[in-house]
């Protein structure tokens, strides 16, 4: 993991534990589907927060559960892929 996406999880760790507010502290791996936090308006969100980190869009074809199960998983489909992008 780069020094950006590692910054991008321990923002988004903290940003979903206030915003969030759940009933244990999530970590990077917290499965946040499974741990009941994310439901069809909290999605919009981290996709919301997701795309601002990244400063684009992501194209509706990757919007999937699986791009979203945990906010390690985030940065790797998201972060990490706009780095390579850019570079």
């Known amino acids: 993991m780069t020094a950006t996406s ?3 999880v321990d923002q988004m ?3 979903v534990n206030t915003r969030f507010d759940p009933a244990h502290e999530i970590h990077a791996g ?3 589907f499974g741990a009941g936090l994310i439901d ?3 999605i919009l969100e981290l996709i919301a927060y997701t795309e601002d980190a990244i400063g684009g869009i992501i194209p509706d074809s990757r919007i999937r ?3 979203f199960r945990t ?3 985030i940065a790797e489909a998201f972060v990490e892929e706009s780095n ?4």
């Open 6 to 8: 590692q910054a991008f």
């Open 13 to 15: 760790v903290k940003w």
């Open 30 to 32: 917290t499965p946040l």
């Open 40 to 42: 069809s308006i909290r």
């Open 65 to 67: 559960m699986d791009n």
């Open 71 to 73: 906010v390690t998983r």
């Open 84 to 87: 390579h992008v850019a570079a």
